[in-house]
């Protein structure tokens, strides 16, 4: 599996920047897939702590949606079922590219509808939205067999000054496969859990603790490091639009 742990930075819990070397491949050992299920989970959990999100449930990861993306080669082959969401965590340099924005401190452009910001800002939460589901619990990831590009238009390129983005990984996200307004319980953090149990503001599902060894193995997967982000430039650019719809 080679996982773009880029997303994982993006969502670290850490003020300052955590920096990595980018596209850097290596085989995962399970405190490294420990520290990516946590980076998840810690900006689930400000989120539900931030924004009164009653709901959100922890993450694992599932080593069986991990066979389900190792089945999908190719960008080609990725299809949606009843019981997970496929995302294709962006490659380093699209990540690279919205830094340059610098989007963390436009919000007076972003306070004045500035046409270009906006749009920026909201190609910037679209990378990322598919992690902040409140009631998906399970994740697993695969490094394709061959990647893939999206190539952008005339237009597109204007707007973003990228190119095009690269797809290296396929992560399959469940149980739950729509997405709206209904799905987030307003309320003191994991005070609404269907499972009753809550810790730290996230609610908890049937197993209390990500249990790599036995789920995954040590040692038997790739795991990939692209750029960094801050937990604050993430936070200010997801949150507006998954909960309050700004744009």
Not at 53 to 67: F, G, P, W
Not at 150 to 155: K, L, N, T, W
Not at 156 to 182: F, H, N, W
Request: glycine share 6%.
């Amino acid at each position: 599996m080679k996982v773009l742990l880029g997303i994982g930075l993006l969502l670290f819990l850490n003020a300052q920047t955590v920096s990595c070397v980018a596209n850097w491949t290596k085989r995962a050992s399970m405190e490294e897939l420990a520290e990516f299920i946590g980076a998840l989970n810690a900006f689930r959990r400000k989120i539900a702590y931030s924004y009164d999100v009653a709901n959100m449930n922890e993450l694992m990861y599932d080593s069986n949606l991990q066979v389900a993306a190792s089945k999908m080669k190719t960008c080609n082959d990725v299809r949606e079922s009843s019981n997970f969401v496929p995302y294709l965590p962006p490659n380093a340099e699209a990540w690279d590219k919205v830094e340059n924005w610098n989007l963390q401190n436009a919000q007076e452009e972003i306070r004045n509808q500035d046409p270009v910001t906006l749009v920026r800002f909201g190609f910037s939460v679209l990378l990322v939205q598919p992690l902040m589901h409140p009631l998906q619990t399970r994740i697993g990831c695969h490094e394709f067999k061959e990647g893939c590009i999206s190539e952008f238009d005339d237009e597109a390129k204007r707007r973003y000054q990228i190119d095009q983005i690269k797809y290296d990984t396929i992560c399959l996200i469940g149980p739950v496969t729509s997405m709206g307004p209904e799905v987030v319980q307003k309320g003191a953090a994991g005070s609404q859990c269907q499972s009753g149990k809550s810790k730290d503001g996230l609610c908890q599902i049937t197993n209390e603790f990500i249990d790599f060894e036995s789920q995954i193995g040590i040692g038997e997967q790739s795991a990939a490091v692209s750029s960094a982000f801050s937990i604050d430039y993430a936070l200010s650019i997801i949150l507006a639009v998954l909960f309050f719809n700004i744009l």
